[in-house]
Antibody, heavy 122, light 111 residues
Framework: QVQLVQSGAEVKKAGASVKVSCKAS????????MHWVRQAPGQGLEWLGR????????TYAQKFQDRVTLTRDTSTGTVYMELRSLRSQDTAAYYC???????????????WGQGTLVSVSS | QSALTQPASVSGSPGQSITISCTGT?????????VSWYQQLPGTAPRLMIY???NRPSGVSTRFSGSKSGNTASLTISGLQTGDEADYYC???????????FGGGTKVTVL
């Protein structure tokens, strides 16, 4: 069965960086794009970007273009999200989410990680 | 401020039908049929309920249906049940510099 298992909660100071991992299993890792979505406490969903695990090509939301980097390790089936220059407004649960399309991009997310809470203090 | 506009809350009695609207522009909802809906139960990750405006993934109840008219998409829940209490989010592909946008979410309450 498809599973996305994320790394544990993080507490960071403003200005620092955080790197969250998402280990995929139960399907062919390279066949589905992976996206990252965040949700601030009590707030809605916000798309950060996506990566093609096959070639590593990425696309980012304009808002995060300068601060986020998505990478992947095909040997372990893991994708990573790094967010730099953290501020208090970045406090949120960060989710990885698998694209529903096989070998194509759909922007529909059929499996999600459990979420990683990143807390940023000033 | 979210790119897509949803009502903050919608409520209904068990067995009734409710509809959640999601309003965008001709650059997103009105420009194509790449619209989806997610259900988020408290403390859990979102779940895909509708994609391509009207399609249900395997395992999603037929009580959930989607539609679109112009720049507004809608999610209808028929035969409302207490287990449907959740937050619901719409999303759409967009022609802008950020290819995916979400609505602000709608809290559904079963009275």
């Amino acid at each position: 069965q498809v599973q996305l298992v994320q790394s544990g909660a993080e507490v960071k100071k403003a200005g620092a960086s955080v790197k969250v991992s998402c280990k995929a299993s139960g399907y062919r890792f390279s066949s589905h794009y992976m996206h990252w979505v965040r949700q601030a406490p009590g707030q809605g969903l916000e798309w950060l970007g996506r990566i093609n695990p096959s070639g590593g090509v990425t696309t980012y939301a304009q808002k995060f273009q300068d601060r986020v980097t998505l990478t992947r390790d095909t040997s372990t089936g893991t994708v990573y999200m790094e967010l730099r220059s953290l501020r208090s407004q970045d406090t949120a649960a960060y989710y990885c989410a698998r694209d529903r399309g096989q070998w194509e991009l759909s922007y529909y997310f059929d499996f999600w990680g459990q979420g990683t809470l990143v807390s940023v203090s000033s | 401020q979210s790119a897509l506009t949803q009502p903050a809350s919608v409520s209904g009695s068990p067995g009734q039908s409710i509809t959640i609207s999601c309003t965008g522009t001709s650059s997103d909802i009105g420009g194509h049929d790449f619209v989806s809906w997610y259900q988020q139960l408290p403390g859990t990750a979102p779940r895909l309920m509708i994609y391509d405006v009207t399609n249900r993934p395997s395992g999603v109840s037929t009580r959930f249906s989607g539609s679109k008219s112009g720049n507004t998409a809608s999610l209808t829940i028929s035969g409302l049940q207490t287990g449907d209490e959740a937050d619901y989010y719409c999303s759409s592909f967009t022609a802008g510099s950020t290819p995916l946008v979400f609505g602000g979410g709608t809290k559904v309450t079963v009275l």
